[in-house]
């Protein structure tokens, strides 16, 4: 018997140890205004695949990455689900001032999410205040046809939680010129 409380009394004080010695868990992000997104140029897509030429402009045929970045501006550790991008997120890309449409077999994948949600989360990230903590990227050619040459405006919205409001990024702007990505190297057509 007193080898049980023992161990029991053992195991207790261990636990409290383990739990003392935890960082912040945080809570789940009820107002979305507390965070804020922003889009930066996945530079390494771009080095990778052309020319090495991360200020643009970009020949058609680059590819077109950029990560969600977002920063808790609250006093407090936040944690944000992060479970479906086909739920959480909606880009929002303009040329030359026409919004485009995301590609045809993806509209409908977009809209069953609004009406059927995904049930649950798959992952969760911590947010410390003040930080700028990259999370997810952010891939055109999963939503858009390929780009053709213009002048494009691209913004995200997201949301963290089902039913709750869209937050929204800044504008990112960025120009796309004939030509194309080829075998690690960008190549002028009006070359040839």
Same mark, same amino acid.
């Given at each position: 018997?007193?080898?049980?409380?023992?161990?029991?009394?053992?195991?207790?004080?261990?636990?409290?140890?383990?739990?003392?010695?935890?960082?912040?868990?945080?809570?789940?992000?009820? %107002?979305?205004?507390?965070?804020?997104?922003?889009?930066?140029?996945?530079?390494?897509?771009?080095?990778d695949?052309?020319?090495?030429?991360?200020?643009?402009?970009?020949?058609?045929?680059?590819?077109?990455?950029?990560?969600?970045?977002?920063?808790?501006? &609250?006093?407090?550790?936040?944690?944000?689900?992060?479970?479906?991008?086909?739920?959480?997120?909606?880009?929002?890309l303009?040329?030359?001032? %026409?919004k485009?449409?995301?590609?045809?077999?993806?509209?409908?994948?977009v809209? &069953?999410?609004?009406?059927?949600?995904?049930?649950?989360?798959?992952?969760?990230?911590?947010?410390?205040?003040?930080?700028?903590?990259?999370?997810?990227?952010?891939?055109?050619?999963?939503?858009?046809?390929?780009?053709?040459?213009?002048?494009?405006?691209?913004?995200?919205?997201?949301?963290?939680?089902?039913?709750?409001?869209?937050?929204?990024?800044?504008?990112?702007?960025?120009?796309?010129?004939?030509? &194309?990505?080829?075998?690690?190297?960008?190549? %002028?057509?009006?070359?040839?």
């Amino acid at each position: 018997m007193r080898k049980s409380v023992t161990a029991l009394l053992s195991l207790l004080i261990q636990g409290w140890a383990t739990v003392a010695g935890q960082e912040p868990s945080g809570y789940i992000v009820k %107002d979305p205004r507390v965070i804020k997104i922003e889009l930066r140029p996945n530079r390494a897509e771009f080095l990778d695949k052309c020319d090495r030429n991360t200020s643009g402009p970009y020949p058609t045929g680059s590819v077109f990455s950029f990560r969600i970045d977002v920063l808790n501006m &609250s006093q407090q550790v936040v944690r944000i689900p992060v479970f479906n991008v086909w739920y959480q997120d909606r880009p929002e890309l303009f040329r030359d001032g %026409d919004k485009l449409e995301y590609k045809e077999r993806l509209r409908s994948v977009v809209k &069953s999410y609004e009406h059927h949600p995904p049930g649950s989360m798959l992952q969760g990230i911590n947010l410390t205040p003040g930080v700028l903590t990259p999370t997810v990227y952010l891939q055109l050619r999963d939503w858009y046809e390929p780009l053709e040459p213009g002048h494009y405006q691209l913004s995200i919205k997201h949301r963290f939680e089902i039913g709750q409001d869209w937050i929204e990024s800044e504008v990112l702007t960025f120009e796309v010129i004939p030509g &194309s990505c080829v075998f690690g190297s960008s190549v %002028d057509s009006r070359q040839f």
